[in-house]
């Protein structure tokens, strides 16, 4: 079993910077893939990006390629999502997801965690 608590959103003006922090609770931690999803107002979820147990590997959706980086500090039971020049259309709940690989896909997660708000203003 892995509890997952997101924290790091808030209101931000277009071009910052946000850092979203999940924190695993239990000793497998580092045997899951981690991932990023988000979901605005009237939209499905979706991919952000996501992070291989080891770390090694990386994955993200075109809409954040190179303004994004997920990372993961696995003695610290922590997976990262830096997020820098924020668009408006980036406004969503975001939420953190465990899983045995780092899937694309959010049906194949096993626990998430409750969701953190990004809003960024024009």
């Known amino acids: 079993q892995v509890q997952l608590v997101e924290s790091g959103g808030g209101l931000v003006q277009a071009g910052g910077s946000l850092r979203l922090s999940c924190a695993a609770s239990?000793?497998?931690?580092?045997?899951?893939?981690m991932g990023w999803f988000r979901q605005a107002p009237g939209k499905e979820r979706e991919f952000v990006a996501a992070?291989?147990?080891?770390?090694?590997?990386?994955y993200y959706a075109d809409s954040v390629k190179g303004r994004f980086t997920i990372s993961r500090d696995n003695a610290k039971n922590t997976v990262y999502l830096q997020m820098n020049s924020l668009k408006p259309e980036d406004t969503a709940v975001y939420y953190c997801?465990?899983?045995?690989?780092?899937?694309?896909?959010?049906?194949?997660?096993?626990?998430w965690g409750q969701g953190t708000q990004v809003t960024v203003s024009s």
């Open positions: 239990g000793r497998t931690f580092s045997s899951y893939a």
């Open positions: 997801a465990a899983a045995l690989k780092p899937y694309y896909s959010g049906s194949l997660y096993d626990y």
């Open positions: 992070i291989s147990w080891s770390g090694h590997s990386t």
